[in-house]
């Protein structure tokens, strides 16, 4: 550690506020309520928070009001530990087992990057109680041993790795925004049939359809529905191998360029688990939140878990393209069918491929229209790549930024670099 460095505990630089311990009643509308599954790292998303009322809201807000600069820690279950940022003026409360840190005499970036560092990490592992769930406490949360420059040099390596950050969220920004104009396009062709409105059109069990679409099931138009399954946790030869290993939490992303974890040949082997390829559809089956239903499109091969369905196109019938924009419109009716047709309220590989109809034009039709997005896939998948690159130089930068290992001078070399 540099000379002009010191340490302190957290609660020397920041103060930490512990939500209550109670369960809110949720509503249909009102004040977002962070829960620790909202804890994911980054800037603070309110998207998919629980709504509460003013009263709710009012009882968990008398300890603290969320302001920009705050930062958000999980103490339970498996987001304990992670961090976020409070980027957004609005107001929210915080549910059971989450704290507020509000930084004191210390560089609020600064202070997140610190708490999201594998420093901080270990340091949390190694005291945290394990027994159904991992749990942090609040006497290890403010005695975390903190190592801290000057602030204006601390300010330097928050902004450092913030330009980082930054080029990440602006290319995610981008994806979505060619997404949306994509999934507009697909529904202007292929669901509201505008250019289609000049021909004739004919009766089907799904209502006018252009003359010459089918109505087809799920399961006709593909090669193969399946799922996977997962290795033994508790044998080490099964995991961190080569092999990618999809579970249904990450079909939060609309396109799948690399997983969480890794699993080898022989946990592929001894385990269920199943291979899925490069544009196969996958769906989540089960999950939490608003999890099941999700729909994304495989740009790598990788194995997948049994939360996991897996589509494979028959390509003679219908594009790939095709069939993951239909089922991209389709998370409600997933969800529906689910709730109705399941016991477990999971989708299963049967439920879906004969509950789907779906009306399909002409393998001609679907090639054209495809060809016009096939710039923007391209310019996602361009995205994605350069954000993998971009998230590996941050996170081999911060642990040596925030210990003193690299000055400022030579990071800011490697970022410029970088961006």
Partial sequence: MPKNWKTYKLDKVADVIDSLHKTPKYSDSGYPMIRAQEIVGGNLKLEGAALVSQEVFDDFSKNHSSQIGDLVFSRVGAHSGKVSYVSTKIPFCLGQNTVFIIPKKIDNRFLYYILSSPISKEQIEQQAVVSSYKTISLKTIRGLKISLPPLPEQR??????????????????????????????????????????????????????????????????????????????????????????????ETRANLILETEKTITQLGLDKS????????????????????????????????????????????????????????????????????????????????????????????????GFHGQLLKSMELQESNLLENISLIQLRDTSLPKLISGEVRVKDAEKLVSAAL
């Fill in 156 to 249: 330097v390596i928050a902004s450092i790795l913030s330009a980082l950050d930054n080029k990440i969220e602006n290319n995610l920004a981008m994806n979505k925004t060619l997404e949306d104009m994509a999934m507009a396009l697909y529904k202007h062709w292929f669901v509201d049939f505008g250019p289609f409105q000049e021909g004739n059109f004919i009766d089907s069990e799904l209502g006018p359809i252009p003359e010459g679409w089918e109505v087809k099931r799920l399961d006709d138009l593909c090669e193969k529905i399946y799922s996977g399954g997962t290795p033994k946790t508790k044998v080490q030869e099964y995991w961190n191998g080569s092999i990618p290993w999809l579970s249904s939490g």
């Fill in 272 to 367: 269920s688990s199943k291979m899925a390829y490069k544009y196969d559809i996958v769906i989540a089956s089960a999950g939490q939140g608003k999890t099941r239903g999700q729909t994304s499109l495989l740009l790598i091969d990788t194995s997948v878990n049994q939360s996991v369905l897996c589509l494979r196109a028959n390509k003679k019938k219908i594009h790939p393209l095709t069939l993951y924009y239909d089922l991209r419109f389709r998370y409600n009716q997933f969800r529906h069918i689910s709730d109705s047709f399941s016991t477990r309220g999971s989708l299963t590989t049967k439920l879906i491929g004969e509950q789907i109809l779906l009306a399909v034009p002409p393998i001609e039709h679907q090639i």
